[in-house]
């Protein structure tokens, strides 16, 4: 097809930090393309200055996400013709994160809260003897199971209300990890993971609005995990644990 | 072809989807879950406004019978039986959402949770119409 006659697609980039504004391009429309081949087509080939993130290009690494018509969404997975209604786009950085510059999306208090949700596994005191048994069927597996395939996207984080609304919450992926952690029968401090979690900026504060469920690409349900927390939670400290 | 155009500068710009924008980048979610709290919240606030008002009326009582029966002679009024039944719909919607809240928070996680959405609302209507059935 000449260029001429190749349909184009208008795409509104976020340009500049916090306080940018959007800029429009004009893409080729391909088969098959994906909004992360927009992005890198308009970095490439327009203004080599775009600064955007991606990593796998398969929907394993979470680098790549980005507000697209207003949805977080990965969009390395994302096709073009899903998502542009009558031909538009409009691409911005992940909300409830503070920008860099233009599609980078700083992701520091993300990750630092899963610090803070102590979001990493505790060996136990003693050494296992041999391999931990642990079988596919045991309910505490198929809830670490449920939630274990998290690729830190952020998209989750960035469609939740509670988020926007109280900074200082922990967030549902952070939740998610203190949750597959808690269901961790090797986890040498599962306690300690509901201790970290069940504070005013916890899992308490979750409204149970399933945004974070909506969202997900990758079909987990934070907002179950969380009402799971809040269970145990509840749970723990009715029996003097907490 | 590709000279690039400066356009607003707003984080969240509004077009389609299930995410619907609401000026400033504010943004509304609109799935069921979504809209129940919203309803849920709104129920709240408007109860919450209304229970001065209750209470006054109750205090009529002591005042003076007078005074109480000639208030109540006014709720005898259609449309004041209309706006109690909206008000019966509102406290309703209230407690079955906060039913189906407690049970999303203390109950095992059902993946059926637009069927629990649909049935709160709907015991809180079928509530609204039974409170009109009796009152008028």
């Given at each position: ?94 909300a409830n994160m503070p ?144 | ?27 509304l979610d609109n799935h ?105």
């Amino acid at each position: 097809m000449s260029e001429a006659t190749m349909r184009e697609l208008e795409v509104a980039v976020w340009r500049g930090g916090d306080s940018g504004g959007f800029v429009t391009y004009r893409v080729p429309e391909r088969a098959d393309q994906t909004v992360l081949d927009v992005v890198t087509f308009i970095q490439r080939r327009i203004d080599p200055t775009l600064a955007y993130r991606y990593s796998c290009r398969v929907g394993m690494c979470g680098s790549c996400a980005m507000t697209v018509n207003g949805r977080p969404r990965w969009t390395c997975r994302t096709h073009v013709a899903t998502v542009a209604k009558g031909g538009r786009l409009s691409l911005a950085p992940l909300a409830n994160m503070p920008v860099i510059r233009d599609l980078v999306a700083d992701m520091t208090e993300f990750f630092d809260k899963w610090r803070r949700a102590k979001g990493r596994f505790v060996p136990a005191k003693e050494s296992p003897k041999g391999f931990a048994r642990v079988p596919p069927a045991d309910p505490k597996r198929r809830a670490a199971d449920a939630g274990i395939e998290c690729i830190n996207c952020g998209i989750c984080y960035a469609a939740c209300d509670v988020v926007r609304w109280n900074p200082d919450y922990l967030g549902p992926a952070a939740l998610n990890r203190a949750w597959t952690l808690y269901n961790d029968v090797r986890d040498g401090d599962r306690l300690g993971h509901l201790l970290a979690v069940a504070g005013d900026a916890g899992c308490h504060a979750c409204h149970s609005h399933q945004n974070c469920m909506e969202f997900c690409p990758k079909g987990l349900n934070p907002t179950a995990s969380i009402a799971g927390l809040k269970r145990a939670v509840a749970g723990a400290y009715l029996k003097g644990e907490l | 072809m590709n000279r690039p155009t400066v356009g607003r500068s707003r984080r969240s710009i509004g077009e389609g989807g299930s995410r619907l924008s609401v000026g400033g980048g504010r943004r509304l979610d609109n799935h069921p879950a979504y809209w129940a709290f919203v309803l849920h919240r709104l129920s709240g606030v408007v109860l919450a406004l209304f229970l001065p008002a209750h209470f006054y009326v109750l205090a009529l009582a002591i005042e003076g019978e007078g005074r109480l029966d000639a208030f109540l002679s006014w709720t005898d009024d259609p449309w004041v039986k209309l706006s109690e039944a909206a008000l019966m719909v509102l406290l309703a919607v209230h407690m079955t959402g906060g039913l189906r809240l407690l049970a999303v928070e203390f109950l095992p996680w059902r993946d059926w949770q637009e069927t629990l959405i649909a049935c709160a609302l709907g015991a809180a209507l079928v509530a609204g119409a039974a409170f009109l059935a009796i009152a008028v």
